[in-house]
């Protein structure tokens, strides 16, 4: 049997070791199933849960991950559990009058309900308003047993635990075991702020000034990433890339031959910061073979991996000359969307509504952390690209070790993700979606974001010389003898802007700001890739 | 004039300057008259906007703030603004096209309206279906012209920037102004994730591991505030304390006689961290007298103050034996509730109306911000006692250059609170309350609190011995010679959950936990306090 009624402490540990006889296959009718066995989760004001809890019975049986503690920060070393979060677990004792940790009555909470007009799956995601449903939350559902739902304003607007509330880690958890499959057994989830905030955590985490540690990323990187590091005295070092991103033999020689004086006293990196598909600000994305080969360095250095994937579902097929980038698998779900489907993702049509959404799932790359047999992964997840930027919730996913160090360092920083935030999304991706709803939700969203890339791109070749990429020569430049490269792109830039175009200055991007510029601001070609230098990271 | 039609950048300084000719008085008509001059809030999709764009003229004829260069920890010094959120500013040109940073396009956010039903200060904040009114804002209200809203769902769930929504910020700068009417020109607020990150960023942009910094506190002060300290390697020296909290002439000793070799190498600390009203976990509330002798103290010992008021707002009259401590003003104001308010904060009955609310704010003791004419004060305000924890949303007032670190900080980690706790926020707080509708609930949360208070202070004479404070004789515990007092202290909190009552250790609260016990768990009576040992700083 798997984990059953959760919420409190204590009933992982025998549960989850039952379910190792049988085990249930990674599939959206499994979660169904599992869901359906374990019963209603009892998960009250600020209930203490872990990934555990929801995880499928095989998940158990892979090997451990490697533990971390000469790589974790002093900072993050000497983090304990905040007491009040810890004390919260007593509240659901029956009966118990607590004196300790003040969490306000929800009687005085001014919001009785929330509503929200949303698309469906069964409508195909049609924003026409007679298309749209109408999902309510309220404030005591759970108490009132009002509709199936498991979370409910009293719950979601009170305090709760850092690692966010068990109704969406739940979710999290089992999307993440669908897609990624993670290779180790003590594999866990925790909510975020999104990825900006939990890249800062994971930073301070694995990275000290004192200890002259550094970090290894792209040679052009997520900008917010690279302003990150900086103020924390972590040195950034980029690893030469091309088409695919980063190149593993270059990252090896790197590493292989550090010299530590030669670098100023930097110690030889222990973390990548990598943002694998439609990375940022190149578009670049890698292929299987190029992530394990990456992963087969990190292993040999005993580095640390920051995977930040916030555009891993819009993975698009490359652009075909005169449009229709859509792919075969993408294509083919649009006429399939209009399986109906019910709250808890329950397929209307049972297992066999799954087969598009599981046939898209196939055709995504696969992640590093599906690849992390040591857990040297902390992968980044987000709703920034997909959902909305403002939720400002996305998760992370790590081995248990790191996972707590993160909770330890999220109890006295951000306390985990807004309870509005994670009402609308619980409410949203669980009860109204399910896995599969959200899965087709993907799917519309790539078919739209390649529909819009294929304008812009034929629009390129109806409009601009053949070849769409614009290399500026800086030594033909009026001022090139006088200025310097920087300023003459801070030139550019304001002209652009003055003739009514935002672009992005390369140099933003570069991962050694220290480092003589060449001349070419942005050496590769982004034709295929995803997205634009638009933020990875959060 | 008051600034006008902000959300862009360039139009404060002119506008602001101009309004020096007519001060208006601090009164909620003086900003219903300068919101009615401004005109309609424009504020589009990640505009840049602060706290001058929304202050009362005569507010920059104050002293300008002193700088704190010399406080500032290398990792806040090194800060620089974010190239991303910077870029963004320049979105409001009109017809530009951003190949800039990337915001996804609102048409795919998956939520066209979001509804509450809310209390409302006309029906006295009852509850009763019937009672309270639904409230809703679409994806595109301001673009389409749906009521007299300046926030849209395309807007508050976009990308933002870190300082908040220009909506909600100008919401704070107007409450803030009300409350304390800070003593420099320059003050200006931003958005939080809540005080418990807002004092993480504080501490990180004051606070040197290297430097050997100090932070002193109440001798016992909020946990979570400490553990925050902790793994920055921050040490934490504690203030004796009476029933009004910190003691000034102590921390004076404290600092004039400070032994840097004595204390194990720890700087003389330069930061102060106090919850005025309703200290946690004592209950003291500073006095007007205490306060002025604090910032006396500090400004000798040049001591930047971190003030953190979760409770400000739940100042209650000392509790009278047999009952009924509800304050003159706020019992009175119960009667007068009635008045109609309408969208904006307009008082349907003009003026006269805000009489009782005017007064309930003369009745709190003054902020320490509200005595700061140097700018060494960092408030921490927070909505979690007041409207709910789970929004995660509170905000910070200080000084331009202080505020600007703090900005600095937030673009490289939160990047600012949830879209939709602001969208609530703003809908209930601005657009249905307005200011006047949000003191009287205020003045009514204080009224259920102090009922609560008083049923439990009135329990406790009915059934409990005439003195309410428990002191326990650890010395005549049975293994009071063979265990330590923390071991001792572990049993009874055990034991108080086994017999269903969850109380809080005393030693969680210890600023100095290094030193060694006495017998005392808490030396202070907390009666006539507020709160509970709860969660200051959240």
Chains 1, 2 share one sequence.
Request: charged share 25%; proline share 6%.
């Amino acid at each position: 049997m798997a984990p059953t009624n959760v919420g409190g402490l204590g009933l992982v540990a025998e549960d989850v070791h039952i379910g190792r006889q049988a085990p249930e296959p990674l599939t959206l009718e499994g979660i169904r199933t599992r869901r359906a066995k374990a019963g209603k989760l009892d998960a009250p004001t600020a209930s203490y849960s872990d990934s555990d809890m929801f995880k499928a019975p095989q998940s158990f049986k892979k090997p451990l991950a490697k533990r971390w503690d000469h790589l974790l920060s002093p900072e993050s070393a000497a983090r304990k559990p905040c007491v009040l979060k810890q004390a919260a677990k007593h509240l659901k004792k029956p009966g118990l009058v607590s004196l300790g940790g003040g969490l306000p009555s929800s009687d005085n909470f001014p919001f009785e309900s929330l509503s929200m007009q949303v698309p469906t799956p069964a409508n195909k995601f049609s924003q026409h308003a007679s298309d749209l449903k109408e999902v309510t939350i309220g404030k005591h559902d759970v108490r009132d047993g009002v509709g199936e739902g498991v979370l409910d304003l009293s719950i979601a607007l009170n305090y709760g635990q850092s690692i966010g509330s068990a109704q969406l880690l739940r979710w999290v958890t089992e999307h993440t075991e669908l897609v990624h499959d993670p290779a180790i057994a003590d594999w866990r989830c925790a909510l975020t702020i999104g990825s900006t905030g939990s890249l800062e955590a994971a930073y301070r985490m694995f990275g000290d000034r004192a200890r002259g540690d550094g970090i290894l990323t792209e040679e052009y990187s997520f900008s917010t990433a690279l302003e990150t590091a900086a103020p924390l005295g972590l040195r950034v070092f980029g690893i030469p890339m091309d088409e695919q991103g980063l190149l593993p033999d270059k990252m090896d020689e790197l590493l292989t031959g550090w010299d530590e004086e030669a670098r100023g006293g930097a110690r030889r990196p222990r973390v990548l910061y990598t943002v694998p598909s439609g990375q940022n600000p190149t578009g670049a994305t890698q292929s299987e073979e190029r992530r394990r080969e990456v992963y087969r360095v990190c292993q040999k250095h005993d580095v640390f991996i920051f995977e930040d994937e916030p555009y891993y579902f819009l993975q698009m097929q490359p652009y075909q000359e005169g449009g229709s980038g859509k792919s075969d698998t993408t294509a083919q779900s649009s006429s399939t969307t209009t399986t109906a489907t019910k709250p808890h993702g329950e397929s209307v049509n049972g297992s066999n509504g799954d087969a598009d959404v599981e046939a898209f799932m196939r055709t995504l790359i696969p992640s590093l952390l599906s690849m992390d047999t040591d857990g040297r992964v902390l992968r980044h997840d987000s709703f920034s690209k997909v959902v909305v930027p403002g939720s400002r919730v996305g998760w992370v996913t790590g081995s248990e070790q790191v996972i707590e160090r993160y909770i330890r360092h999220a109890e006295c920083c951000s306390q985990g993700p807004s309870g509005f935030s994670q009402a609308v999304l619980y409410k949203l991706l669980d009860e109204e979606w399910g896995h599969d709803g959200y899965l087709r939700w993907l799917m519309h969203l790539r078919d739209e974001y390649a529909g819009r890339r294929d304008a812009i791109l034929g629009a390129c070749e109806r409009f601009l010389p053949g070849e769409l990429w614009l290399k500026v020569d800086h030594t033909r430049h009026p001022h090139a003898s006088d200025k310097s490269l920087l300023e003459l792109e801070e030139e550019i830039f304001d002209s652009c802007i003055e003739r009514g175009v935002l672009a992005c200055r390369g140099s933003w991007f570069r991962a050694e700001h220290d480092r003589p510029l060449s001349g070419a601001v942005l050496p590769h070609d982004v034709r295929g890739g995803v997205g634009g230098a638009d933020g990875g990271g959060d």
